[in-house]
T-cell receptor
Framework: NAGVTQTPKFQVLKTGQSMTLQCAQD?????MSWYRQDPGMGLRLIHY???????DQGEVPNGYNVSRSTTEDFPLRLLSAAPSQTSVYFC?????????????????FGSGTRLTVV | KNQVEQSPQSLIILEGKNCTLQ??????????LRWYKQDTGRGPVSLTI?????NTKSNGRYTATLDADTKQSSLHITASQLSDSASYIC???????????FGAGTTVTVRA
């Protein structure tokens, strides 16, 4: 089925460990982004990409790295996990910036990765 | 300070009843506002989008309204069903930088 695929669904890390959250989409979307969702707060943008080879920081980028070598894939790397990074992470994609004036489709979100750092 | 505030934080309604969720925002100038539905353990799915020139938009039993003058939006669910149990998120886009601002969501529980 077309959409955004995130792996893994669940992960437990020890403080200081590193890992990569995978995100792949098969809709040929140019725009991809990573959000984290914490209780009582709105989704917060970590990093985003407007196309292959182009990435930029969002609202809360510290402790995370991204790369975009292909249109389909947009992995998120945690460099040295900290308990403050315990969260649910969502990858999302769209044809163009979902905040732009002409995009009526909005984001397609993945199902999320629930990460716990102990 | 969050630029999008939603109320109530949660509500419980009986199946078949109606309910209304509120979204107040301070984003200015404003471009568009979306409502998303997020089922437990899933990513959000878009329900409606309204630009600043629109004041109502329907999607089945979901009707969103927008008052750009008072910076308020509401999402009305008619004849609720058990499948409406979810979190509903209001997302506002600014017109200058097109940054998205997310509300914290309203959790709706529909009981039989």
């Amino acid at each position: 089925n077309a959409g955004v695929t995130q792996t893994p669904k669940f992960q437990v890390l020890k403080t200081g460990q590193s890992m990569t959250l995978q995100c792949a989409q098969d809709m040929n979307h140019e725009y991809m982004s990573w959000y984290r969702q914490d209780p009582g707060m709105g989704l917060r943008l970590i990093h985003y990409s407007v196309g292959a080879g182009i990435t930029d920081q969002g609202e809360v980028p510290n402790g995370y790295n991204v790369s975009r070598s292909t249109t389909e894939d947009f992995p998120l790397r945690l460099l040295s996990a900290a308990p403050s990074q315990t969260s649910v992470y969502f990858c999302a994609s769209s044809y163009s910036s979902p905040a732009g004036p002409v995009d009526y489709y909005g984001y397609t979100f993945g199902s999320g990765t629930r990460l716990t750092v102990v | 300070k969050n630029q999008v505030e939603q109320s109530p934080q949660s509500l419980i309604i009986l199946e078949g009843k109606n309910c209304t969720l509120q979204c107040n925002y301070t984003v200015s100038p404003f471009s568009n506002l979306r409502w998303y539905k997020q089922d437990t353990g899933r990513g959000p799915v878009s329900l409606t989008i309204m630009t600043f020139s629109e004041n109502t938009k329907s999607n089945g039993r979901y009707t969103a309204t927008l008052d750009a003058d008072t910076k308020q939006s509401s999402l009305h669910i008619t004849a609720s069903q058990l499948s409406d149990s979810a979190s509903y998120i209001c997302v506002v886009s600014g017109r200058v930088d097109y940054k998205l601002s997310f509300g914290a969501g309203t959790t709706v529980t529909v009981r039989a």
